[in-house]
């Protein structure tokens, strides 16, 4: 069984300044990775993931995750933050040979003017 | 954006009621899954569906049962509704179990049970 610790339930960050969330997952198989994004009263929808290949993948807003096998870890990183990417973020995992996602608690990134 | 519809997107009942969910999806996706969200959980996978007639239990379907007797409709039912069951419903549909496996979600039905 597979499982997902986001180490922040929330992030408070200035407009412009960089910002990181982390997310380590365990799994005893090879598995597929995932970011989710979820505005105010939206549902969520996939910021990016990784599959295999190259260990960093980007989205098309700015955001990249590297995939570290050896620390089990997905983090996410953007290297300056708009007002506009305040929402709650979402870790998640799926098994290669399955198709169920476990997710993350959730990371509530909060930016600030 | 996925075609999928959650109705009804807000209800509130009373304990002890039955209670049914409705997803709808109109791009022919073959998996479908139910998820709870409730603050400090994340989500959680209720039940999931990978075909017509076939469903398979998540993490916490204790008090919830599920239904599809077609491709485009999964229904997920509270027999006896508790406080517990306050949440965020979320369905989710996926193309396949091979390849990306990206979900894509519904809009949400916030469930108050009194």
């Known amino acids: 069984a597979q499982s997902v610790t986001q180490l922040d339930s929330q992030v408070p960050v200035f407009e412009e300044a960089p910002v990181e969330l982390r997310c380590n997952y365990s799994?005893?198989?090879?598995?597929?990775l995932f970011w989710y994004v979820q505005y105010p009263n939206q549902g969520l929808q996939l910021l990016l993931k990784y599959l295999s290949g190259s260990t960093l993948v980007e989205s098309i807003n700015g955001f990249e995750a590297e995939f570290n096998k050896s620390q089990t870890s997905f983090h996410l990183r953007k290297p300056s933050v708009h007002i506009s990417d305040t929402a709650e973020y979402f870790c998640a995992v799926r098994d290669t040979g399955g198709f169920k996602t476990i997710f993350g608690a959730g990371t509530r990134l909060f930016v600030k003017a | 954006d996925a075609g999928i519809t959650q109705s009804p997107r807000h209800k509130v009942t009373e304990t002890g009621t039955p209670v049914t969910l409705r997803c709808h999806q109109t791009?022919?996706?073959?998996?479908m899954y139910w998820y709870r969200q409730d603050p400090g959980h994340g989500l959680r996978l209720i039940h999931y569906s990978y075909g017509v007639k076939d469903t398979d239990k998540g993490e916490v379907s204790d008090g919830y049962s599920v239904s599809r007797s077609k491709t485009e409709d999964f229904l997920l039912t509270l027999e006896s509704a508790t406080s517990s069951q306050t949440s965020v419903y979320f369905c989710?549909?996926?193309?396949?179990?091979?390849?990306?496996?990206?979900?894509?979600f519904g809009e949400g039905s916030r469930l108050t049970v009194l």
């Open positions: 799994s005893s198989v090879s598995v597929y």
């Open positions: 791009e022919n996706h073959r998996y």
């Open positions: 989710a549909i996926s193309e396949s179990s091979t390849g990306t496996g990206e979900l894509f």
